[in-house]
């Protein structure tokens, strides 16, 4: 029988309630962003990089002991119960493994809950089960085992053909689960660690035979929550759903080193359909979000989309790659994604889309509101060019058709290019709407609205000035220029 919700689980439920309705407000403030940006600045450098060694130093100390974990399951159980030591140094993946069989018996009774205590838990990849929640208290992390002999290798994703780094066998992820509904990792800001220095390592010296795993991947499931938690140093991607309905991730923290942390992309729904990522803070190694959909004739074969994903009130930083990603992987499709109440700093892109000859599917229904680039080199970038692929069997008549994507409330500063897109004689880019763009730039040069092969209109004045290829509207959305330069080409990749 479930027990009556406790006193400080509901005090703790109605803050999460006002902080829901406070935070689009108050990141709609371009000023407020702007001090977010520092207290993020503040918090990444001095509370992770400095403690990257492990030894670090604290500057709030400890007072009192750790919060208790709420039960939000009919039935809960602590990895302690199932031989777990939590010193960092023994092997726990028989703990979980002996915890998570014995959750699963609980399926139809509502399921339960697995507590890791605070302390360091050593483990070799496992598998979660249906109708479950991972709990991390305060203080516990989860390390993934470094010996790559003890990560399970798994069939290439269907949609990705011979797999994404090495043809065969991939490496799997160190928290995995296939075919499952209702599963919840949460906690009070544990810490799941990938541990991953070791794989950039061996990856840079091409010592390994095998493409890397995931941190955290779900795959063919449902109902998914990631929540309150700390995902870092995965080996590569760090959270991927796979072919997933009903996804969540709120109020996490992920961390990768800036540089030489190969591939470590934060977010990338694949294939997934009614997704929400927001409030959380990314600081990686490669795109912070990426939206894919399969690789060139594997995706298009597996023809699965990514749609109906929102994305909101997200700090973001990506010295490697982009903010916010769409495709390149994109040959299932992707449609009806949102992105709002975006901060992206000290970045080379802030959002970009990305795509070539041989993807096929489409890009469409995209829509940017609400966005704050601070320092990036580039602001909005839509590339067609972007010609990695699996092997040379793709079909160069496999066009992707990319359309109907709107910009609006996009502001910031430090930008050397705020605007490239560029489409081709192949792939023209249809219908792209403008409005309300102030961006502050940092090169002084006459064609930093940069666009070729694109079709659309700006409405009201924008700064800077927009490219020919434009149709011109005022406030009203009443025609002032009809442009005859569609076609025209002004791509500069020097500035």
Not at 101 to 107: D, E, H, P, R, T
Not at 219 to 242: A, C, E, G, K, Q
Request: neutral net charge; hydrophobic residues 40%; glycine residues 8%.
């Amino acid at each position: 029988m479930v027990e009556t919700l406790p006193v400080g689980r509901f005090q703790l439920q109605q803050q999460r309630l006002e902080l829901k309705r406070w935070i689009p407000a108050f990141l709609s403030s371009h000023k407020t962003l702007f001090v977010l940006l520092w207290i993020a600045a503040f918090g990444s450098v001095f509370f992770w990089q400095w403690n990257i060694g492990g030894s670090g130093f604290s500057i709030f100390a400890k007072v009192g002991p750790g919060r208790p974990m709420p039960k939000m399951r009919p039935f809960a159980f602590n990895l302690t119960d199932f031989g777990g030591v939590g010193d960092g140094v023994a092997d726990e993946t028989a703990a979980f493994e002996r915890a998570i069989l014995a959750i699963s018996k609980f399926g139809k009774r509502g399921g339960a809950q697995l507590n890791v205590p605070p302390g360091k838990w050593l483990t070799a990849p496992f598998n979660l089960t249906s109708h479950m929640t991972l709990f991390l208290a305060e203080d516990a992390e989860i390390l993934g085992i470094q010996d790559e002999k003890r990560w399970a290798l798994m069939p290439p994703l269907p949609s990705y053909g011979y797999g994404r780094e090495h043809n065969g066998s991939r490496y799997g992820s160190l928290i995995h689960g296939q075919n499952l509904r209702d599963v919840v990792i949460t906690g009070h800001n544990g810490t799941i660690n990938g541990q991953g220095q070791s794989w950039w390592k061996k990856y840079r010296q091409k010592l390994l035979n095998h493409s890397r795993g995931p941190l955290v991947q779900i795959m063919w499931s449902s109902d998914i929550v990631i929540s309150d938690i700390t995902l870092r140093d995965s080996p590569f991607w760090t959270f991927h759903p796979y072919d997933c309905k009903n996804v969540t991730v709120r109020n996490v923290t992920i961390l990768a080193p800036i540089f030489e942390a190969p591939n470590t992309d934060g977010i990338d729904p694949d294939s997934c359909e009614d997704m929400v990522i927001e409030d959380c803070y990314i600081s990686v190694g490669d795109d912070a979000v990426a939206i894919k959909s399969g690789w060139d004739q594997y995706g298009i074969a597996y023809g699965r989309p990514s749609r109906n994903i929102l994305i909101r009130n997200l700090i973001i930083r990506s010295m490697v790659s982009a903010g916010i990603s769409i495709g390149s992987e994109m040959s299932g499709g992707v449609s009806n994604v949102t992105v709002e109440n975006v901060l992206v700093w000290s970045s080379r892109r802030a959002v970009r889309i990305k795509t070539a000859v041989g993807r096929g599917a489409y890009v469409r229904d995209i829509t940017y509101r609400n966005l704050t680039f601070d320092n990036a080199r580039v602001g909005i970038v839509i590339k067609t060019d972007y010609n990695e692929h699996p092997d040379d069997d793709f079909d160069r008549k496999a066009l992707p058709i990319i359309r109907d994507i709107s910009f609006t409330e996009i502001h910031g500063h430090g930008v050397r290019v705020p605007v490239r897109i560029h489409g081709s004689k192949d792939i023209p880019i249809r219908n792209v709407t403008f409005r309300d763009i102030s961006i502050g730039i940092t090169y002084k040069k006459k064609h930093i609205f940069q666009c070729a092969f694109v079709e659309g209109r700006v409405i009201g004045t924008i700064f800077p000035a927009p490219c020919e290829n434009l149709d011109r509207y005022d406030e009203e959305e009443r025609l002032v220029k009809l442009s005859a330069a569609q076609n025209v080409t002004d791509i500069d990749y020097d500035i």
